[in-house]
């Protein structure tokens, strides 16, 4: 079945730096991909779609010069957490949807904590 | 605009008997609905999704659900609960008639104890 690997799954940063998460579909190719957020026995808070090959879509209330997202190929999304502080520390999931467009696969997760 | 409930934060179930773990949804066109597990620090594993057809959809580690219109629900169940299914379950919703984003509910923890 679709596979999509998120890496890394964990990782601790100090406060003002930038962080790159990773998201590869690995046998599909993925016209559109979505990052969430997870805060602690909470929802999915969706932050962004993107499609390959042109700019992602926020959603309201998520800072897109923060957040930026790359979705450069098929297979490949990023997210990048610039600048990084303490409240920007949760849980990151990306998620892919194939050309068939009825599913969705989704990574594994990034723990990330600002320090 | 599209929604999902999940009324119960945690339902608490004896191993081998039957477990329910209820979802109703919004949408303006048809939904695709679907059923998620998450296992802790781990991404969402996907159970089952109803977009057409059956209403009763069965999906994966003996899970099923129903789709009901009437009253725009869409229940997880299963008729014997094992100690492995307790985990973090997310029931989400798609409005088949445009756009592809997923509305997730906001989860319920199931129990499941010896």
């Known amino acids: 079945g679709a596979v999509v690997s998120q890496h890394p799954s964990r990782v601790i940063c100090k406060s003002g730096t930038s962080v790159k998460i990773e998201c590869r579909s690995l046998?599909?190719?993925?016209?559109?991909m979505f990052w969430y957020r997870q805060f602690p026995k909470k929802s999915l808070m969706l932050m962004a779609t993107?499609?390959?090959?042109?700019?992602?879509?926020?959603e309201q209330g998520v800072e897109k010069d923060k957040f930026l997202i790359n979705h450069a190929s098929l297979t490949l999304s990023t997210l990048t957490v610039t600048s990084a502080h303490p409240e920007d520390s949760s849980f990151y999931i990306c998620?892919?949807?194939?050309?068939?467009?009825?599913?969705?696969?989704f990574g594994s997760g990034t723990r990330l904590t600002v320090v | 605009a599209q929604s999902v409930a999940q009324p119960e934060d945690q339902v608490n179930v004896a191993e081998g008997n039957p477990l329910t773990v209820k979802c109703t949804y919004s949408?303006?066109?048809?939904?695709?609905l679907f059923w998620y597990v998450q296992y802790p620090n781990r991404g969402l594993q996907f159970l089952l999704k109803?977009?057409?057809?059956?209403?009763l959809v069965k999906g994966s580690y003996g899970f099923e659900a129903e789709f009901n219109k009437s009253q725009t629900s869409f229940h997880l169940k299963k008729p014997s609960a094992l100690v492995s299914d307790s985990a973090l379950y997310f029931c989400?919703?798609?409005?088949?008639?445009?756009?592809?984003?997923?509305?997730f509910g906001t989860g319920t923890q199931l129990k499941v104890e010896l």
């Open positions: 998620s892919a949807m194939g050309t068939g467009g009825g599913g969705y696969t």
């Open positions: 046998d599909f190719q993925a016209t559109t």
């Open positions: 993107s499609n390959e090959g042109s700019k992602a879509t926020y």
């Open positions: 949408v303006s066109g048809n939904p695709y």
């Open positions: 109803y977009i057409t057809g059956d209403n």
């Open positions: 989400a919703v798609r409005d088949g008639g445009g756009g592809n984003k997923l509305t």
